[in-house]
């Protein structure tokens, strides 16, 4: 049980979007994604934390590959701490990347109440 334990969603223009329910006292956080399309041949979904760094934003850490367009199949990830200002998503090559190679094709922008 975590008592902490927040939803926050967001959508861009074109419909595309990330759920979350996380947890800073866990340092996890439960991730859906939505209206991205199937991602091409050898390539994957991969999800990103950002932390507030000094002067802007730290760099982003991996947090997981998404099965297929990831839509209706959580992600459950860890490594979310107090920091985490952002989640992200980017195409990826298949097996994901240390780093990202893309831009994001969706954001989520968090903010603690």
Same mark, same amino acid.
């Not at 934390?49 to 730290?58: R, V």
């Not at 297929?68 to 107090?82: Q, R």
């Not at 195409?91 to 994901?96: D, F, I, K, R, S």
């Given at each position: 049980?975590?008592?902490d334990a927040r939803g926050v969603s967001g959508r861009?223009?074109?419909?595309?979007?990330?759920?979350?329910?996380?947890?800073?006292? !866990?340092?996890?956080?439960?991730v859906t994604v939505f209206g991205l399309p199937a991602p091409p041949e050898g390539r994957a979904y991969q999800l990103? !934390?950002?932390?507030?760094?000094?002067?802007?934003?730290?760099?982003?850490?991996?947090?997981g590959l998404l099965k297929?367009?990831? $839509?209706?199949?959580? !992600?459950?990830? @860890? @490594?979310?701490?107090?920091d985490t200002e952002r989640l992200a998503v980017t195409? $990826?090559?298949?097996?994901?990347s240390p780093r990202p190679t893309t831009n994001p094709v969706v954001q989520l922008a968090l903010s603690d109440p």
């Open positions: 049980s975590a008592p861009d223009a074109r419909g595309r979007g990330i759920n979350a329910v996380t947890s800073r006292r !866990l340092g996890a956080a439960v990103w !934390l950002i932390d507030a760094g000094p002067g802007g934003s730290a760099a982003p850490r991996p947090a297929g367009s990831g $839509e209706g199949d959580p !992600l459950v990830t @860890g @490594g979310f701490g107090a195409l $990826e090559p298949a097996g994901g």
